[in-house]
Structures are given as structure tokens and as C-alpha cells.
């Protein structure tokens, strides 16, 4: 199950990342139009629109997924699996 968490952190970013340039909107008249650019990635191209290449983007992407991977990884060895009450309880229980 551990490597199905760990997976899921790179797949997430990579579908929020290149399906996140454009989204479907529902129009008051009931048709869809697109794309329309995601607020975000407007607003961090409007403040420096010669920084800001689509690999600088993707970089950041790969930055986000590397700081929630590191995130995880500490909280999984801060916080046992097995609460410490439990395991006492087992260590009483007589061995059948």
C-alpha cells in the first residue's frame, strides 16, 4: 500500500499540471467553451512574463511533488504505525 501513496503523489501533480492549462466551462446558455486559463498560472506569468517558461513551470510542478513526497516521509517516521498502548497490551497478552 506504501508504494500505491507514494506513486500517487508524482501522478497527481503530472495531471494536475498538464491538464490544469485549460479547463471546460459551462456557459449561461448551457454550451461548454475552452480553454480558459487556470487563475494561477496567469496571475505567476503576469508578474514576470520572460521568467516564467513553461519548463520553469514544470520545474515548480517537480518541486511541489518532491516537498509533499519529503512531507510525507517525515510525518509516516514522526507518527507509528502501532500506538504504544497497543503494543503493550500485546506484550501482556499471554503467547498461545
Given at each position: 500500500m506504501e508504494i500505491f501513496a507514494i506513486l500517487s503523489?508524482?501522478?497527481n501533480i503530472?495531471?494536475?499540471y498538464?491538464?490544469?492549462?485549460?479547463w471546460k466551462v459551462k456557459n449561461p446558455d448551457g454550451?461548454?467553451?475552452w480553454p480558459v486559463k487556470v487563475r494561477?498560472?496567469?496571475?505567476?506569468t503576469s508578474l514576470a512574463p520572460?521568467?516564467?517558461t513553461p519548463?520553469?513551470?514544470l520545474l515548480v510542478a517537480v518541486l511541489?511533488?518532491?516537498?509533499?513526497?519529503a512531507l510525507k516521509i517525515i510525518v509516516a517516521a514522526i507518527i507509528p504505525d502501532i500506538p504504544e498502548s497497543v503494543l503493550d497490551k500485546e506484550r501482556k497478552r499471554a503467547i498461545i
Amino acid at each position: 500500500m506504501e508504494i500505491f501513496a507514494i506513486l500517487s503523489v508524482p501522478i497527481n501533480i503530472s495531471i494536475m499540471y498538464f491538464t490544469g492549462e485549460t479547463w471546460k466551462v459551462k456557459n449561461p446558455d448551457g454550451t461548454l467553451s475552452w480553454p480558459v486559463k487556470v487563475r494561477f498560472i496567469e496571475w505567476i506569468t503576469s508578474l514576470a512574463p520572460n521568467y516564467w517558461t513553461p519548463m520553469k513551470t514544470l520545474l515548480v510542478a517537480v518541486l511541489i511533488e518532491h516537498g509533499i513526497l519529503a512531507l510525507k516521509i517525515i510525518v509516516a517516521a514522526i507518527i507509528p504505525d502501532i500506538p504504544e498502548s497497543v503494543l503493550d497490551k500485546e506484550r501482556k497478552r499471554a503467547i498461545i
